[in-house]
C-alpha cells in the first residue's frame, strides 16, 4: 500500500508500487501522465549514466521492466488519463508501441530528446546513443489537442546530472511538456516521480501534480528538492482549455 510522503498546495508525493497504486484509482482521475518508466534490463544495463560528478555507470540503482509489464502499466495509464500518456521510452519499446500501441491508447507521435552532452560510447568501436525516444500516447476515444500549434515534439538539452538520481531529465523539457499538454489547474500524474522533475515542472507552472516512487531515498530526494523550489507565481485567471480554439491537433500533422 502506497503512503503519503509529502504533500503542499500543489504536489502529493507517494512512497509505493506505481502498479498497487494505479489499481486504486479511478479511470480519468489525472488530466495528464507525462512519465519516464524503467526500460529493460538489456538496456538498463548497457546503459551509463552520466552525473556531475563525471562518474558514469550502469543503471542499477532501481529496477526494469519487460515488454508485458511496460505495456501493461502503459495500458493502465491510459485509463486513469483523461486524455494524454507522454512516456521517454527505450528506441526499441517506442518503435513497437508506434505499431502496435498497449490496449486503449493510440500513437500520436513519436518525438526524440537529442543529448547536447551524451554519454561516449565507452568501447569506441560505434557512434554512441545520444538520444532517447518520446512516445506522445492519447486514450483512443476523444481527439487529441493540445496548445504547441505547429510546434514539433522533438528537444535539444543537456542531461541533468546534478540531481542525484541516474536518470533524471532535463526541468525544460518538463517544463515545456506540461505547457503544451496540460493548463493551469490541471493535475498531473508520474507513478515513476525519480527525481521529481516532472513534478517540479508541473508546480512552477501552476499544475497539480501527483508522484508515485518505490525508492524511499528518492522520495527523500524529491521532497527536499521540492521544498528548495520557490513556490509558482499563479495569475487569478481562468485558463482556456485545451479543447478551445486555437488549440492544434497532433493528429493533423
Avoid at 71 to 95: C, N, P
Amino acid at each position: 500500500m502506497a503512503e503519503k510522503y509529502y504533500e503542499d498546495d500543489y504536489v502529493t508525493l507517494y512512497h509505493g508500487d506505481s502498479f498497487e497504486f494505479l489499481a486504486e484509482m479511478q479511470e480519468e482521475s489525472v488530466d495528464a501522465v507525462i512519465t519516464d518508466p524503467p526500460y529493460t534490463d538489456r538496456t538498463h544495463q548497457k546503459a551509463r549514466s552520466q552525473h556531475a560528478s563525471g562518474v558514469r555507470q550502469g543503471i542499477t540503482a532501481f529496477g526494469s521492466f519487460t515488454d508485458s509489464q511496460l505495456w501493461e502499466m502503459l495500458a493502465q495509464l491510459g485509463k486513469v488519463s483523461r486524455g494524454w500518456v507522454i512516456a521517454t521510452l527505450d528506441y526499441a519499446h517506442a518503435f513497437e508501441v508506434e505499431k502496435s500501441p498497449p490496449a486503449g491508447l493510440k500513437c500520436q507521435r513519436l518525438g526524440v530528446w537529442v543529448k547536447r552532452n551524451p554519454t561516449p560510447q565507452l568501447t569506441g568501436d560505434r557512434p554512441a546513443q545520444g538520444w532517447e525516444a518520446i512516445a506522445y500516447l492519447h486514450r483512443e476515444k476523444g481527439r487529441s489537442r493540445w496548445n504547441g500549434g505547429g510546434a514539433h515534439g522533438n528537444y535539444f538539452a543537456r542531461i541533468d546530472g546534478a540531481q542525484g538520481h541516474p536518470t533524471a531529465k532535463p526541468l525544460p523539457i518538463l517544463e515545456d511538456l506540461v505547457t503544451k499538454f496540460t493548463n493551469p489547474g490541471d493535475t498531473v500524474f508520474d507513478p515513476f516521480a525519480g527525481s521529481g522533475t516532472t513534478l517540479v515542472a508541473a508546480r512552477n507552472l501552476g499544475r497539480r501534480a501527483v508522484g508515485v516512487e518505490l525508492e524511499e531515498r528518492y522520495c527523500e530526494l524529491i521532497a527536499k528538492r521540492i521544498e528548495a523550489t520557490p513556490p509558482p507565481f499563479v495569475f487569478e485567471e481562468t485558463a482556456a482549455p485545451v479543447s478551445s480554439t486555437g488549440a492544434f491537433d497532433l493528429g493533423d500533422l
